[in-house]
C-alpha cells in the first residue's frame, strides 16, 4: 500500500511541473490512492488542463515505491513495471491493440470522454480510476501567479487571466511564460502566439472531420454566435452546423449558451492556425452577414478592422463612424480610433469623410491618441478638394498644430539625425502654413491674416478646440498676443481647450513683462499630463524667451530636459517658435554652435548671424566637477555633444566608427551618474 505523498515532494513536484499542479491535491491524492492499490488510472480533460503534469506525479510515485516508470509503448514486460502514456486519443489501432494486451499497471492520460473511450480502450477504461481535470478558480490562477512571480495580484489581473485561459493551468502558464504581470492586458493576450496551444488545435484537426473543422474557424473568427449566424459564415446548411457542432462539444472544444469555443485562448490559437487569407474571409463574412441581420454595430465592426483589405461596399464607412462614437461614449478610445481609420479606408461620400475626420481629430486632440502621418495627408486633400465640409479642415490643421512636435509622434523613431526628409515633407504639407488659403473658413483666415481673430474667439462654438488654436495663433502671429487677456473665455474652457489658453495666455504676459506669471503657468502646465502636445511645445517657448529676458537660464536649461525638447523638433510651425527661443538660449549660454543650427532651422537670419559672430571667439564654460573624471577624449567627445553633433558626425571627425563614439558616451553616462544624452547638458553646460 502506497502512503500519500509528502507535502514537500507534492511541492517539489509542483514546481517541476511550472506551477500547472497548484490546486490538483485532489487529483494527486486520488492517483496515489490508486496506484498504491495497484489499479491502473485515467487522466482526461481537454487541453491545458495539466494532464502531462499529472503524469510527472505518476512517474514520482512509482519510483518511491520501487517501480520502473516507462513512458509510451517501448516496455510492455508488465511486473513492476508502470506505463505512462500520453495524448491515449492519437494512439494508432496498432498501439491500441498492444496496450490492451498489456497486464500491468497504466496510467492513461488524453483528451476523451472516459464513457465513450477509444475503440481498443474499452477494457482498461472500464475497469481503471478516473481522474478529471476540470478548470480551476481565482483562487488557483491566484497562487498560480504568485508562485511564479512572488506577488499578489489584483482582482482584475487574476479574471482577466482566467477568463482568457478558461480555467486551463497549462495555458495560463504558457501565458506567464510569456508575459510579466505588468504586461498582462486584454490587448497583449490577444496578440499572444502559444506554440503548444497550436500543437494542440493541429492534434484536433487530425481527428475531427472536414465540417467540424469548418465551424470550429468560423465560431473562432465569431467569438461568440447564435447557430444561424455561424451556419452564414460557415456556409454550411443548418443541420450540418448542429452537427458539426454536437462533434466540437463531444471533442471538448465548444460550448453552448451562448455557442462559442471553450476559452479566448484557444480561439486565438484556431485563428492563428488559419492562412490568412481563409481568415480574411471569414471576417469579411461575419460582417456582412451581421451587417444584413442589423446585429450591434460594435460587434460587427470588430470585423471590419480585422480585415488586412477594405470591404469595399458603401455602408461600411458609416457604421464604423456610429460603432466608434458609441466606443468613445463607453470610453473606449483606442477602439474607436480603430474604427475610424478603419473606415478611411472604404468609400464614403464627401459628408462621411468629413464626420470621419473631425471624430479622428477629435479623438487625437482630447484623448492624446498619435495621428499617422498618411491618414492626415489622405483626409486633408480629399476634405480640400471636397470644399472643407462641416469646417472639417479647421480640425486637421489644430491636429497639425497640435501634434507635429515631437519626430517620434508619427511612427519616426527619434535619434541624434532627426526626422527623414520624407517625414519633414509629409509635415510640411500637412501643415496649415503651406496648404492653400481656404476663404469660406473664418478660423483658418483667422490664422493667416490674424482677420478676425478676436470675434472667433468671442463667438466659440461647442467644439471650440480648431477655433481656439487657430484664431490664438493667428493672434499670435500678428503680435496681438495682448488681446487674449481681455477675452472671457476661461470659464467656458476646460481639459486641452484650456491647456491652449494656457500657453497662449503665457506669451501674452511675457510681452506685458509679467514674467512671474509665465513663470507660474509654466510650472502648473508641466506638471500634469495634457493630451495636447503642440500647446507644451508653445509654452515651452514662452517660458524660454522669458527665462532669457529675465537671466534664469539654468531654469529654461533644466524645463526643456524635463519636457524631452532638447533634439531634434520637427518643422511645425510651434516647433519653429520654440527653435527661435532655444538659439536665444544656447546664445546665452555660450554655445554658438547649437544656436546657429537652432536659428538656421527656425529660419531667423539676425540670430543666425550673432551666433556666427560668437563662433569666432567662444568663452570658456564653467564645468561641474564630473568634468575632471573624463579622459581628454571624453572630454572633447562630450563638447561636440554639447554643441549639438550627432554621433554619426563625431565618428566622422575623428575617423572611428559610430559604435566607438557610442561605447564612449556611455562610459561618460556611468562616471556622470546619468543614462541618456539629453542629460548632458544637466552636468556638463549647455543643452
Not at 612 to 628: D, I, K, M, S
Not at 649 to 671: C, G, M, P, S, W
Request: charged share 25%.
Amino acid at each position: 500500500m502506497v502512503t500519500p505523498l509528502r507535502p514537500g515532494l507534492v511541492e517539489a513536484v509542483v514546481r517541476r511541473a511550472g506551477g500547472v499542479l497548484v490546486g490538483r491535491e485532489r487529483e494527486i491524492a486520488a492517483l496515489t490512492a490508486a496506484l498504491g492499490g495497484g489499479r491502473s488510472c485515467v487522466v482526461h480533460g481537454a487541453a491545458g488542463m495539466g494532464k502531462s503534469a499529472l503524469l510527472c506525479v505518476a512517474s514520482s510515485i512509482a519510483v518511491r515505491t520501487g517501480m520502473r516508470p516507462v513512458r509510451g509503448l517501448r516496455a510492455l514486460s508488465g511486473g513492476d513495471t508502470l506505463l505512462l502514456v500520453d495524448d491515449a486519443e492519437r494512439l494508432s489501432a496498432e498501439e491500441t491493440e498492444r496496450l490492451a494486451r498489456f497486464r500491468g499497471v497504466v496510467v492513461l492520460a488524453g483528451d476523451f470522454d472516459p464513457v465513450a473511450p477509444p475503440p481498443g480502450l474499452v477494457d482498461l477504461v472500464a475497469g481503471a480510476v478516473r481522474v478529471p481535470l476540470r478548470p480551476v478558480g481565482a483562487d488557483v490562477v491566484a497562487e498560480m501567479i504568485r508562485r511564479r512571480f512572488d506577488a499578489e495580484a489584483s482582482p482584475e489581473l487574476i479574471s482577466l487571466c482566467l477568463d482568457h485561459c478558461g480555467g486551463a493551468p497549462g495555458v495560463l502558464n504558457d501565458v506567464l511564460d510569456l508575459l510579466e504581470p505588468g504586461e498582462v492586458s486584454a490587448g497583449s493576450l490577444r496578440g499572444l502566439r502559444s506554440p503548444r496551444l497550436l500543437q494542440a488545435v493541429r492534434r484536433y484537426w487530425q481527428v475531427l472531420d472536414a465540417d467540424a473543422v469548418t465551424v470550429a474557424r468560423a465560431l473562432a473568427v465569431l467569438g461568440s454566435a447564435p447557430l444561424d449566424l455561424l451556419r452564414e459564415v460557415a456556409g454550411m446548411d443548418s443541420c450540418a452546423t448542429l452537427a458539426a457542432f454536437e462533434r466540437l462539444a463531444d471533442a471538448r472544444l465548444a460550448l453552448g449558451e451562448p455557442v462559442r469555443i471553450v476559452s479566448p485562448a484557444l480561439s486565438q490559437a484556431i485563428c492563428q492556425e488559419m492562412a490568412p487569407d481563409l481568415r480574411e474571409r471569414l471576417h469579411r463574412a461575419a460582417a456582412e452577414a451581421m451587417h444584413r441581420r442589423c446585429d450591434p454595430v460594435t460587434a460587427m465592426a470588430e470585423h471590419v478592422v480585422a480585415c488586412a483589405e477594405p470591404v469595399g461596399a458603401h455602408w461600411v464607412a458609416p457604421a464604423l463612424r456610429t460603432a466608434a462614437r458609441l466606443h468613445r461614449a463607453a470610453g473606449r478610445p483606442e477602439q474607436a480610433v480603430r474604427c475610424l481609420r478603419a473606415a478611411l479606408r472604404e468609400p464614403m461620400s464627401g459628408q462621411v469623410a468629413a464626420q470621419v475626420a473631425i471624430a479622428l481629430a477629435d479623438l487625437h486632440l482630447r484623448c492624446g491618441i498619435a495621428p499617422h502621418a498618411d491618414e492626415l495627408a489622405r483626409c486633408w486633400q480629399r476634405l480640400s478638394a471636397e470644399g472643407n465640409p462641416d469646417g472639417a479642415l479647421d480640425w486637421l490643421a489644430a491636429v497639425v498644430l497640435d501634434w507635429q512636435c515631437d519626430e517620434d509622434v508619427l511612427g519616426v523613431p527619434a535619434g541624434d539625425e532627426g526626422p527623414p526628409e520624407s517625414y519633414r515633407a509629409v509635415a510640411m504639407a500637412m501643415s496649415p502654413l503651406s496648404g492653400p488659403r481656404t476663404a469660406d473658413s473664418p478660423a483658418l483666415r483667422a490664422f493667416w491674416s490674424g482677420e478676425g481673430a478676436e470675434q472667433v474667439l468671442d463667438d466659440l462654438p461647442e467644439h471650440a478646440m480648431p477655433s481656439l488654436v487657430l484664431a490664438g495663433l493667428g493672434l499670435l502671429r500678428g503680435g496681438s498676443s495682448r488681446a487674449l487677456l481681455d477675452l472671457p473665455l476661461r470659464d467656458r474652457l476646460v481639459g486641452a481647450e484650456n491647456d491652449w489658453l494656457v500657453a497662449l495666455e503665457m506669451w501674452a504676459h511675457g510681452a506685458s513683462g509679467r514674467h512671474a506669471e509665465v513663470f507660474r503657468l509654466m510650472h502648473s502646465l508641466a506638471g500634469r499630463t495634457s493630451p495636447a502636445r503642440g500647446c507644451v511645445a508653445l509654452a515651452a517657448a514662452a517660458f524660454v524667451s522669458s527665462c532669457v529676458d529675465c537671466g534664469r537660464l539654468g531654469e529654461a536649461r533644466e524645463m526643456l530636459v524635463r519636457l524631452g525638447y532638447t533634439g531634434t523638433l520637427s518643422p511645425a510651425w510651434v516647433c519653429m517658435m520654440l527653435l527661435h527661443q532655444r538659439a536665444r538660449l544656447h546664445l546665452a549660454l555660450g554655445s554658438p554652435r547649437a544656436a546657429l543650427a537652432d536659428a538656421e532651422r527656425a529660419g531667423v537670419v539676425e540670430l543666425a548671424e550673432e551666433a556666427r559672430a560668437a563662433l569666432v571667439e567662444r568663452p570658456t564654460l564653467v564645468r561641474c566637477g564630473a568634468w575632471g573624471k573624463l579622459t581628454p577624449h571624453e572630454s572633447r567627445i562630450v563638447e561636440l555633444a554639447l554643441e549639438g553633433e550627432t554621433n554619426r558626425e563625431i565618428a566622422t571627425r575623428f575617423n572611428v566608427t559610430q559604435r566607438a563614439v557610442e561605447l564612449h558616451l556611455t562610459r561618460v553616462y556611468r562616471k556622470a551618474g546619468i543614462s541618456r544624452r539629453v542629460q548632458l547638458s544637466s552636468v556638463f553646460g549647455p543643452i
